[in-house]
């Protein structure tokens, strides 16, 4: 059987499966939690909600999906000295190995049932049609702090699983031994590094001092730091890596004491390679400046066990192995499949969703907005996987911007650019479009740039850049650039289509 690790088109082909089927499912619960929410607009049912002005129909899938995505962080978001992919799950849980599932859940489904285009978009019309700017603005403040809180509760809800799960574990023990090692190593530092204590130390817990005002205040903390802490001495290979993160919500991990595979090893060896794989290639950087960082911590490679020299794979990477890789065919393929039943059973639910969903469009003639969701989430997937596609430029920015996401920030202004276009062309040229053809663009909308446009993924980005303050702003930075950006678009081609005719 070939398998995964073998094969890059093996690994491509199901991930796509697994982004396809779930940015379908992402879709249509977006769509029924919006059509939900505005029953009673309109003069509907006088027992059903109605979201409108600040309270916007799509924010109910926004703050659903950063829950979601919260709940299935990795470890490296809560500081869990185990290493786990999905902090939700047991360590030896197949789950956890899955890399192309946890894509499939995160960027897939909660990428697809958030929505960043739909959300500017009903804002900017709230405040050029009805000139209800001052709701607009509350609007964009209410969505954003939403998610956020949506993102913390979905963690603080994993990490509440983790206790129950672990309850014969001394996680309070674990926890200080994770923080200990952060403080050996930055400690350890400090003899070398000068002024530049201060940065290693903002990129620890929040609870370790952050500032270091002078060489005695930085002996004072050696000293109490050597006080009872009783760690084993880790190779220079392994300490160079320690400050590694993963892609998602970055954290600082501890390395490995021993190199002997584990099942949560391999576990967070799937958590990395699967969040890399979110990000199109390789880890992403840290949030703070690598100029400001000493060598070793430049490295932003996976950690690899202690007597493994510089540049080697870890045989406990799943995607590093030194091996040839094989090429894919049909035979091998099903073979495969039948080996990996998750992925297996995700490609036979994939063929008949996408099967009934076609049945709909061209059956159902007596809801027209049942045939809009159905047609929706055929074309869910198509945005789903260019955002994905266009998530490999993140941190690619040359010189200053290597922090920027480029990719996410492309892939939200581009459905919002067309977001807003299409909308034109509605309101314009509605009534010679037809039936079909009104339709075609309504999906185009909810569907396709809703899913080519995420929240989740933009949330914990943000977060991720929090976690450098006071050191930069950047958290704030690419906030408002992202949200004022898709408003001056949204002012200059919708706004300028409503009040130029």
């Given amino acids: 059987m070939l398998r995964k690790r073998d094969s890059a088109g093996l690994r491509l082909?199901?991930?796509?499966?697994?982004?396809?089927?779930?940015?379908?499912?992402g879709v249509a619960t977006r769509a029924f939690l919006a059509k939900f929410f505005t029953l009673g607009c309109n003069g509907g049912s006088?027992?059903?909600?109605?979201?409108?002005?600040?309270?916007?129909?799509?924010?109910?899938?926004?703050?659903?999906g950063s829950f979601i995505i919260g709940l299935f962080a990795a470890s490296s978001s809560a500081g869990l000295a185990v290493d786990k992919a999905l902090v939700l799950l047991p360590p030896d849980h197949p789950w956890q190995q899955n890399f192309e599932l946890q894509i499939g859940i995160r960027t897939g489904y909660c990428g697809s049932l958030t929505t960043f285009a739909s959300w500017n978009l009903e804002l900017v019309t709230l405040g050029v049609v009805q000139a209800k700017w001052g709701q607009a603005v509350a609007g964009y403040f209410v969505g954003m702090c939403g998610a956020l809180v949506a993102y913390c509760v979905g963690l603080h809800a994993a990490l509440l699983v983790d206790r129950w799960i672990s309850k014969d574990r001394n996680v309070l023990a674990e926890l200080a031994q994770y923080r200990s090692k952060e403080v050996q190593y930055i400690s350890g530092q400090l003899d070398q590094l000068d002024g530049a204590g201060e940065q290693l130390m903002e990129q620890a817990e929040p609870d370790i001092p952050r500032i270091l005002p002078d060489p005695q205040a930085r002996a004072s903390l050696r000293q109490a730091l050597s006080t009872g802490l009783e760690l084993q001495t880790f190779q220079t290979a392994t300490s160079s890596l320690l400050m590694e993160a993963e892609p998602d919500l970055p954290r600082i991990t501890p390395s490995r004491i021993s190199p002997t595979p584990s099942a949560a090893g391999a576990a967070g060896a799937a958590g990395a390679a699967a969040e890399a794989a979110e990000q199109g290639a390789g880890a992403q950087p840290s949030p703070f400046d690598a100029a400001q960082q000493p060598d070793g911590l430049r490295q932003r490679q996976h950690r690899q066990p202690s007597g493994l020299p510089p540049g080697k794979p870890s045989p406990n990477l799943l995607p590093s192995v030194a091996q040839p890789d094989q090429r894919l065919t049909a035979a091998s393929f099903g073979e495969s499949l039948r080996g990996y039943r998750t992925d297996g059973l995700a490609l036979l639910l994939l063929l008949a969703l996408t099967a009934a969903l076609a049945t709909g469009v061209g059956v159902q003639s007596d809801h027209e907005w049942l045939r809009t969701i159905w047609m929706c989430c055929l074309l869910g997937p198509f945005g789903c996987t260019l955002r994905w596609w266009l998530s490999r430029w993140n941190y690619k920015l040359p010189g200053a911007l290597a922090w920027f996401p480029a990719g996410t920030f492309a892939a939200n202004m581009l459905g919002t650019t067309t977001d807003f276009s299409l909308q034109c062309v509605l309101q314009r040229r509605g009534s010679a479009l037809g039936y079909w053809g009104t339709l075609m663009i309504e999906s185009v909308i909810t569907g396709f740039n809703g899913s080519l446009t995420t929240v989740s993924t933009f949330i914990t980005e943000v977060v991720k850049f929090a976690d450098a303050i006071p050191d930069n702003f950047r958290a704030y930075t690419y906030t408002l650039l992202s949200l004022g950006c898709g408003f001056a678009l949204g002012i200059a081609i919708y706004g300028w289509s409503v009040w130029a005719y």
């Fill in 46 to 64: 006088s027992w059903a909600p109605c979201l409108e002005g600040v309270w916007f129909r799509d924010l109910p899938a926004n703050l659903l």
């Fill in 13 to 25: 082909a199901i991930t796509l499966i697994h982004l396809a089927l779930w940015a379908q499912l």
